[in-house]
């Protein structure tokens, strides 16, 4: 079994009331379509992912910026990620 990545914004964007807490992470599930006995073929590159970790494993508590101005200039999506986020996704 695995914990759900959290990945925490380190600049969020701040709550339009004042009736919430800022919206400050998100939870990225990383899982495998398939039965426990036929889950194989699928690659965890934990080298990389020392090196995220600095030279630590890495855990599951991502501090990241949220998407830069510069890369909402790519795509205008309310729910984009960034790309740091996403080439360690899927390194």
């Known amino acids: 079994m695995n914990e759900p990545i959290v990945w925490h914004k380190r600049n969020p964007q701040p709550a ?34 020392k090196r995220y970790g600095g030279g630590k494993q890495l855990h599951n508590v991502w501090s990241l910026l949220v998407t830069s101005q510069r890369e909402r200039e790519l795509v205008d999506h309310p729910a984009q990620k960034p790309i740091g986020l996403i080439e360690r996704l899927v390194q």
Not at 18 to 31: D, G, H, M, N
């Open 16 to 49: 339009i009331t004042t009736r919430i807490l800022v919206p400050a992470s998100e939870q990225i599930v990383w899982a495998v379509n398939e039965t426990p006995e036929r889950a194989t073929g699928w690659t965890f590159n934990y080298d990389v992912a």
